[in-house]
């Protein structure tokens, strides 16, 4: 499967953006979908992720309640829905679908999209 991460650019603190993934070859139907995101001079860290069934969500303790992981298995499309930006989240936000083991580990990430900037001025 190939993804194809979009939806990133600059946005205020405050402000919101949708990132989109978009699958092809297979459909996004049949992986767990998730979301990473990578800061300058730092390590990839995970943001979120979907399962199969579309309420079966989770979050890094950081974007509670402000990210919304939702998935749209029509589309083939994934989305990380993001209000009430704060300059620390800005990074390189990367896609990624069908995990082995524990989902907040990058490593346990089959596919990958390329990456989309996030830019949060203050």
């Known amino acids: 499967v190939q993804l194809q991460a979009s939806g990133g650019g600059l946005v205020q603190a405050g402000g919101s953006l949708r990132l989109s993934c978009k699958a092809s070859?297979?459909?996004?139907?049949?992986?767990?979908a998730g979301w990473f995101r990578q800061a300058p001079g730092k390590e990839r860290e995970f943001v979120a992720a979907?399962?199969?069934?579309?309420?079966?969500?989770y979050y890094t303790d950081s974007v509670k309640d402000r990210f919304t992981i939702s998935r749209d298995n029509a589309k083939s499309t994934v989305y990380l829905q993001m209000n009430s930006l704060k300059p620390e989240d800005t990074a390189v936000y990367y896609c990624?679908?069908?995990?082995?083991?524990?989902?907040?580990?990058?490593?346990?990430?089959?596919?990958w999209g390329q990456g989309t900037q996030v830019t949060v001025s203050s």
């Open positions: 990624a679908a069908q995990v082995a083991g524990e989902r907040t580990e990058s490593r346990n990430w089959g596919y």
């Open positions: 070859g297979r459909a996004i139907r049949s992986y767990s």
């Open positions: 979907i399962g199969w069934v579309a309420t079966d969500t």
